[in-house]
């Protein structure tokens, strides 16, 4: 139930924060827009410290890690595969532009306007 109650109060720090936004039209834009950071980091802080938050955060720090053990490609990889996608695209769009050329052509054949 603790849980709950947390859960519901940080999504009432997120409408007081957007309400706040609301709230003062006439401030400068940048109090509106840090009065809606501080609904939302509250919301954060608060949420974090329940059942459902604790594990949130435990599996973004799991994925923060899993993310570190990728094997990024290089530079000289990255531009070799980027040219090879291009020149595949340019193949297929060859190809398509053919097949709907010869298709055209078939119909208008077929319906008598062509020769």
């Not at 007081?16 to 709230?23: D, E, I, P, S």
């Not at 009065?35 to 799991?62: E, H, N, Q, W, Y």
């Not at 490609?73 to 050329?101: H, I, Y």
């Amino acid at each position: 139930m603790a849980d709950k109650i947390k859960l519901l109060v940080a999504v009432m720090l997120v409408i007081a924060g957007v309400a706040g936004f609301y709230f003062f039209a006439d401030a400068p834009t940048v109090v509106r827009v840090l009065s809606v950071i501080a609904g939302v980091v509250l919301a954060g802080l608060v949420a974090g410290t329940s059942g459902p938050g604790k594990r949130f955060f435990g599996f973004a720090l799991d994925a923060r890690d899993e993310a570190k053990k990728v094997v990024w490609p290089t530079r000289k990889e990255t531009v070799q595969m980027t040219g090879v996608v291009m020149a595949f695209v340019v193949v297929m769009a060859l190809f398509l532009w053919a097949v709907d050329s010869i298709l055209g052509w078939l119909v208008k054949l077929a319906m008598g306007q062509g020769g």
